[in-house]
């Protein structure tokens, strides 16, 4: 799998934004991003039925569609994938995998997880952008990204909802944290010029933005490496059912003797605990 993937990276890195393209042209879309557990009143994943048909009887599919329906996106690309690899589509297969992943990434955004999304609810404005991308852009080149090994997933749904309310755990910290930070950082320091692309444009500055990731005592980076696993785990689990399709015979182009023996080595070191020295 790992060569699979490591010969299709950039197909994979391209298509892993459609789904994001995809909202300004399909209005069906936008609900597949998140799920607004708070709206359910507290302790909400003990009131929410997993399957989909008992959470509609319950709170019927419009409610279910208007307050988001991330968890159940996920199973759904996950099954799609599994008919990928039974069908031995290259593109499909790629094409799913990058939906199921970036599903999967939407779910680990603690702020993907509420109605206060940008912290409008809290008069804190624009906090999404800064944990989901100001703080990735600036720290996310020292993260450590070499998670270990992929593992077998029993039940896609239930792992969508754990994700789901390991999410939403984190979403009071993320609130407080930031509110301490603005309160005890100068008013004139929080923004600065910043160059996005070809534009220059206020942003919160690095000074704030790395008080706020340090107040989070590592959050970002363990919701990015839980990601990763996941990600793997549930691309390795939709091969293990569709039946371990031979994937050798599905890569266009395949590897030279050097991209494969990096990835033999690669996988030699996570056996051994250790990291490449490419990271």
Known sequence: MAGFYEANIDFITEHA????????????EGPRHFFDADHYGRRPFMRMPVRWKLAAKKYSEDTLKKYGTVPWEIQYQYYRLVDDFKEHDTTDILKTSANLGHYI??????LHLTQNYNGQLTHQDGIHALWESRLPELFSDHYNYYVGKARYIENPLNEAFKISRSSYSCIDSVLRLERMVNKNFPADKKYETVKHGNRNVQDYSE??????????????????????????????????????????????????????????????LYKMGKIPESK
């Open 207 to 268: 000074a704030y933005a790395k008080a706020y990731h340090s107040a989070l005592k590592g959050m970002v980076q363990r919701r990015m490496r839980s990601a990763v696993l996941e990600i793997g785990s549930f691309w390795y689990s939709a091969w293990v059912d569709a039946g371990q399709p031979d994937l050798n015979k599905l890569i266009d182009k395949p590897l030279s003797p050097d991209e494969k023996k990096k990835i033999q080595r690669e996988v030699a």
């Open 105 to 110: 990434a939407d779910a680990h955004v603690p």
């Open 17 to 28: 934004v459609d789904p994001d393209k995809r909202r300004y042209v399909d209005s069906l």
